[in-house]
């Protein structure tokens, strides 16, 4: 079974950057979608970005403009940019592929 981890996750200051990875430990090809999803403490789990397998995207208000979310299949890999963040950006970021879920990466962003 295809199983799911994320990297990336850390501490920066508002305005910075951060750049998701969600690696796959099989072919993605197989998924026609993957999601990005975050929870923040004593919140619900949010969704924020898919990707469809033709590369159709979508994403939460909250993070349009600001996130990319990309997919490189031969490498197993989805990505998830993260640019201008917020301190409501903080949360445990975690990578979704049909039933698979990743154990999720920390994102922490000061004022």
């Known amino acids: 079974q295809v199983q799911l981890v994320e990297s990336g996750g850390g501490s920066v200051q508002a305005g910075g950057s951060l750049r998701l990875s969600c690696v796959a430990s099989?072919?993605?090809?197989?998924?026609?979608?993957m999601t990005w999803y975050r929870q923040a403490p004593g919140k619900q789990r949010e969704f924020i970005a898919g990707?469809?397998?033709?590369?159709?995207?979508n994403y939460a208000d909250s993070v349009k403009g600001r996130f990319t979310i990309s997919r490189d299949n031969a490498k197993n890999t989805m990505y998830l940019q993260m640019n201008s963040l917020k301190p409501e950006d903080t949360a445990v970021y975690f990578c979704s592929a049909g039933p698979k879920w990743g154990q999720g990466t920390q994102v922490t962003v000061s004022s």
């Open positions: 990707i469809a397998s033709g590369g159709t995207t």
């Open positions: 099989g072919s993605i090809s197989r998924f026609a979608i």
